[in-house]
């Protein structure tokens, strides 16, 4: 992967305070960045990071919208899926020397002598994060099902049909009847 530095801010040269950084984001980069299957088609994803500089660390909120084409996982047939979704992120200053530098979940470590943040890494992942796993169409504004008919009709005739559940309790009614007549 080569170096882009279209997602890198450089953060010593800005004033403490809030900053806004837009950013589109498509199949080219997914690619990129090791997105290797074909599960996600078209993607055309805008993320919005709010960067707030404080003198010793910083808050990141990334606004994520957007499309991307998927299979729905119940006909088959591709729809365009509404994109949505917010994550935060701290990035704490740490000294050189500092065995802080482990991350944990949402609080990320950097070397003061760092001079740019590359976002690359974590636009990559809030976008994957924000496609959810289960893809189904959604229903129409009749209330109807958005999946391909005749794909519901054919699933419809693998269901099992309905049997009379056998009652497994009616044999042990027979049993508490005779066992509390012998006592």
Known sequence: MKH???FEIAWQGLKPGVHTFQYEIDDRFMKA?????????SLSAQVKVTFDKKTNFFLLHFDIGGYA?????RCGDDFRLQLWDE???LIKLAGEDSEELDEESD???????ETVIDLSNWLYEFVMLSIPLQRIHP???E???GCNPEALRLLGELEPEDKPAHDVWKGLEALKGK????K
């Open 107 to 113: 609080v990320v470590f950097i070397p003061r002598s």
């Open 87 to 89: 994550f935060d992120l």
């Open 4 to 6: 882009n530095r279209e």
């Open 143 to 145: 209330g109807k099902a």
């Open 69 to 73: 084409i998927v299979a729905c996982d």
């Open 179 to 182: 066992s509390s007549t012998k």
């Open 33 to 41: 960045h090791g997105e290797e299957e074909d599960d996600v088609k």
């Open 139 to 141: 229903d129409s504004a």
